[in-house]
């Protein structure tokens, strides 16, 4: 079966850093998405990995390890703002996107 | 980037009614969308795919007849709750993939909150 499974919920300090894990098993893959989703609203892009490495974008960072099934997001300079869901996707060989349940990201001052 | 627009963003309904949620790329063509349901504290569950000029692709345990979908032009994309019910009450999103073969990038409507009383 396909699944994607990421911590339901992660406590940070504002002006820290921290990591969101992301595994995956899927059918095929054509990519990794980070999505950032605050309450209420639609899911926002943060970054796309479809190699592996690190790829960075100002104050968040994206890993993939398409062999260990793994990626990360690494948010740095935590805000208060930051506090959202982050949701890990994996496109599979259908280009069908699968998702994860979410990261909760609780930002204390 | 491209847009996605959803129509509307609220609706409040009456238990029997049904509701029409439209979707629409406003400056993209998108032959295929996905409409997807997401309760309270959980992730987004993919409902259906919609395929402009066929018919749509339903997840299992979707009911096609209760969740009907039009996808008329490459455009828009529609979902009918059809005699909705307490337990419809959701945050409905849609999304449409934009980008190359090699990468597509799905863009998200703002999406729609349901609430059936």
């Known amino acids: 079966g396909q699944n994607i499974d990421q911590p339901t919920e992660m406590t940070a300090t504002e002006g820290a850093i921290v990591q969101i894990n992301c595994t995956y098993q899927?059918?095929?893959?054509?990519?990794l998405f980070w999505y950032q989703q605050h309450a209420g609203e639609a899911p926002t892009f943060l970054s796309y990995?479809?190699l592996d490495g690190l790829e960075e974008k100002g104050r968040f960072s994206s890993f993939l390890s398409r062999s260990k099934g793994y990626s990360y997001l690494l948010l740095k300079e935590l805000q208060m703002k930051d506090s959202a869901s982050y949701l890990c996707?994996?496109?599979?060989?259908?280009?069908?996107?699968?998702w994860g349940a979410g990261t909760k990201l609780i930002i204390k001052p | 980037g491209a847009v996605v627009s959803q129509h509307p963003s609220r609706v409040i309904c009456k238990s029997g009614t049904s509701v029409k949620i439209e979707c629409r790329s406003l400056?993209?063509?998108?032959?295929?969308m996905f409409w997807y349901r997401q309760f309270p504290k959980q992730s987004l569950m993919l409902m259906a795919t919609?395929?402009?000029?066929?018919?749509?692709?339903?997840e299992q345990g979707v009911e096609k007849d209760k969740f009907l979908i039009n996808h008329a032009s490459l455009t828009l994309s529609t979902l009918t709750v059809t005699s909705a019910h307490p337990e419809d009450s959701s945050f409905y999103i849609c999304?449409?993939?934009?980008?190359?073969?090699?990468?597509?990038?799905?863009?998200f409507g703002p999406g729609t909150r349901l609430t059936v009383l």
């Open positions: 999304s449409a993939p934009y980008g190359t073969s090699d990468y597509n990038e799905q863009f």
């Open positions: 400056d993209f063509q998108a032959t295929t």
């Open positions: 919609s395929n402009e000029g066929s018919k749509a692709t339903y």
């Open positions: 899927t059918s095929g893959f054509n990519g």
């Open positions: 990995n479809v």
């Open positions: 996707a994996v496109s599979d060989s259908n280009y069908q996107l699968i």
